[in-house]
């Protein structure tokens, strides 16, 4: 004969189960909540933990619903819900004081990325903006070098009671690098969750403060370093940079198509062609197509963007870098070329968003970005 269901049954029956926490029954620690359901052979209650993290919650849960069988029969179904008197605290938002985050991507290694960003970063900062510079290139990093900073050391300070990082900051540029943290001579041999991990870490638990540009210097090529950025953050619009050469191109094209495809749909605002030819120093007029000619524009026509900008080969762009300090600071033809650079930029980013609302994280399993 079934054992008929009551809520004093089920109540007794939690009285013989303790929390290890304090040796109290679940009913002494108040630990049951007042929404005993009893429907046919079907049983249901909740049981109140005060942390949400509690260590005991499955197995006390577990325990319970032994007991409640034990009390009323095995045939019963009981369902166990585990709730908390502390609310889980929300996380603190990602880059709360920063207005547009703009990645510089390339789709191969060599067409001057890293020369683009650091040039277009101090380009901007030149112009009056606040600026950041992260180095996402984690198995290359070169930021730290063409800024002069591959002596930085790292410090951290306390904000509303969370240690974060402090970006080193030069030529009125606030950067962080995967370089700061990791000895320069020796290659980078981490796997992918730790590079990504090491990536969020720069990211979310840096004080970048106030900022209108927050640049990232992207690895070259599609990998899953990319995938960590547009699922962290809400990134406002994509550079691509590559040479007038075909085969930089082809590469190229690849990092267009990652970018306006379904499953990450991050608007690109344009295309910058570096190299674009050579001028000797001493014959500024001199123009020589040593990469081919206008590759970067039919691609940005053919890709239905902007082209950003022409950077021409200069041999003090080399040396700049070399020296820690970018050429856009100089007025020269190059620095003339990156000041142009950062205006189309400032443009782009504009009327990007007037006309969509900012773009959110990517959920890269279903394709969802509603505001790309």
């Known amino acids: 004969m079934e054992n008929r269901l009551y809520p004093q049954l089920i109540t007794d029956a939690l009285k013989t189960v303790r929390y290890p926490g304090t040796r109290q029954n679940l009913v002494e620690a108040s630990m049951v909540e007042d929404d005993i359901r009893i429907d046919g052979r079907k049983v249901s209650f909740s049981l109140i933990f005060d942390k949400p993290t509690d260590p005991f919650a499955r197995s006390v849960a577990k325990a319970a619903e032994a007991a409640v069988r034990a009390a009323a029969g095995q045939d019963v179904e009981v369902s166990v819900a585990i709730k908390s008197r502390q609310q889980p605290q929300a996380a603190p938002p990602l880059l709360p004081g ?204 053919e890709a239905g963007v902007e082209l950003l900008g022409q950077i021409p080969l200069v041999a003090g762009i080399c040396q700049c870098g070399d020296e820690g300090n970018p050429i856009a600071l100089r007025d020269t033809i190059t620095g003339e070329a990156f000041r142009h650079l950062a205006h189309m930029v400032i443009d782009a980013v504009d009327q990007r968003n007037l006309q969509a609302p900012p773009t959110r994280p990517v959920d890269v399993t279903t394709g969802s970005n509603p505001h790309a």
Not at 139 to 164: C, N, Q, T
Not at 189 to 194: I, Y
């Open 98 to 301: 920063v207005k547009n985050i703009i990645g510089i991507s390339s789709g191969k290694g060599g067409v001057g990325k890293s020369t683009v960003a650091s040039n277009l970063a101090v380009a901007l900062a030149r112009e009056g903006y606040k600026v950041g510079l992260l180095d996402a290139d984690i198995f290359g990093p070169s930021v730290p070098k063409m800024f002069g900073l591959e002596k930085a050391e790292i410090y951290m300070h306390d904000v509303d009671g969370r240690p974060l990082i402090i970006p080193a900051e030069r030529h009125g540029v606030k950067v962080l690098s995967i370089g700061f943290l990791v000895d320069p001579a020796k290659a980078v041999l981490w796997r992918g969750a730790m590079a990504s991990n090491a990536l969020k870490q720069l990211i979310g638990e840096a004080d970048w403060g106030e900022l209108d540009y927050f640049l990232i210097d992207m690895p070259p090529g599609t990998s899953d370093i990319h995938l960590t950025l547009v699922q962290t953050l809400g990134i406002t619009g994509a550079i691509i940079v590559t040479t007038p050469q075909e085969v930089a191109l082809a590469d190229a094209r690849k990092g267009v198509s990652m970018f306006q495809g379904e499953h990450v749909r991050v608007p690109v605002l344009g295309i910058v062609e570096n190299m674009s030819w050579f001028t000797p120093e001493s014959h500024p007029d001199e123009r020589y197509y040593i990469f081919g000619c206008d590759g970067g524009s039919r691609l940005a026509k």
